[in-house]
């Protein structure tokens, strides 16, 4: 169903629009893991991601009538924006059927890219129940997300790209919403590389892969929860699935706190600005989601780079979390004077700085005689953090720490 000459073809398509993004090896997580971790950093693509390539790659081997009756597809963003593109660089009529919830910001830039934006459904599937209606209500040519092979072609590109910038590689690590990714990079990367490994991760909340390949069959999930919306579908699709069985070698989840970790990461030590889904391999390979050597040389696909910016507030902070440099907490104090200097001067003795603090005597959750102190603090690392706590507690304080 799909070869590596149909993925050589789409590449000689889409040279115009898409662009060959770059692949750099990280020191900062090559020394964390040990491994020779490289990046390859498709949130600098056209449109802020990878989905461009299949986008133009399906809409330039359109009939002539099926460019005149126009286009029409479903997403939660990113292939919005790819198809939004493509269509305005090919002259082609486009509507986008969006979820209600979809970021704020890819609504905006689709609408920028000259499409007519819909929005209907709680998630992608919904939003593709009513594209589909469209389709058959004005006779549109439906440009599917993931389970096309013209589109799956169109992201392979970016294996040959891996191969060409890093031809030793040993192990590439894919994020999988419905699978056309990894599904075009595997099969290109397999066609020219005798022995590289190829691994797709999922957002633990969005997980349908590892169930669908173990059982052979689709496998639907009754809903989706994680803050990588580029990834949040509720199954893999049926060609992609086929693909994935043959070429694809192992898929692992991680959570939302990896991933906000991951993220984090990215943007302080690399200065590299991801979404949730460009976020997850990086993620797998920090986690130890999977075996690796030392030394092994692993390519991480930053898929994209179009994340909300009130979004990306809460992810770095509950990233900061995961390193130990953002502390919340609740304490219960005796309702009496001085109890709040008390704690401040614990806090700053321990080298705490505040961020903010909220003092609430009317909680029906405390004593008549008690009241409720929630702190946000600054602090170094893990251990700062546990050191914090621990000063409060030896002071006989009950502290309960917020996530």
Known sequence: MLSLSDVVDARERIAGVARHTPLERSRTFSEMTGASVHLKLENFQRTGAFK???????IATLSPAERDAGVVTASAGNHAQGVALAAERAGVDATIVMPRFAPVSKVKATRGYGATVVLDGVDYDEAQA???????????TYVHAFDDPVVMA???TIGLEVVDDCPDVDTVVVPI?????????????????????VIGVQAEGASSAAASLR?????????VDTIADGIATRSVGENTLEVMREHVDEVVTVDDREIAL?????????????????????????SEAFDYDDDEVIVAALCGGNIDMNRLTTVIRRGLMQMGRYLKVTIALKDRPGEL?????????????????????????VAVNAAELELELETDDAEHAADIVDELEAHG???????
């Open 52 to 58: 461009i390539r299949g986008a133009m790659n399906r």
């Open 130 to 140: 009513r594209a589909h209606e469209i389709e058959r209500e004005q006779g549109r």
């Open 397 to 403: 304080y009950e502290v309960e720490i917020l996530s």
């Open 262 to 286: 991951a993220l984090t990461l990215l943007l302080e030590r690399s200065k590299t600005l991801v979404e949730g889904a460009g976020a997850v391999p990086l993620a797998a390979v920090l």
């Open 215 to 223: 059982t052979g069959r689709r496998h639907v999930l009754d809903s």
């Open 341 to 365: 200097e008390r704690v401040s001067t614990i806090v700053a003795r321990a080298g705490a700085n505040v961020y903010a603090v909220h003092h609430d005597r009317t909680s029906r959750d």
């Open 154 to 156: 169109g992201q392979g």
């Open 177 to 197: 919403g419905g699978g056309g990714l990894i599904a075009g990079i595997a099969v290109a990367m397999k066609a020219r590389l005798d022995d590289v490994r």
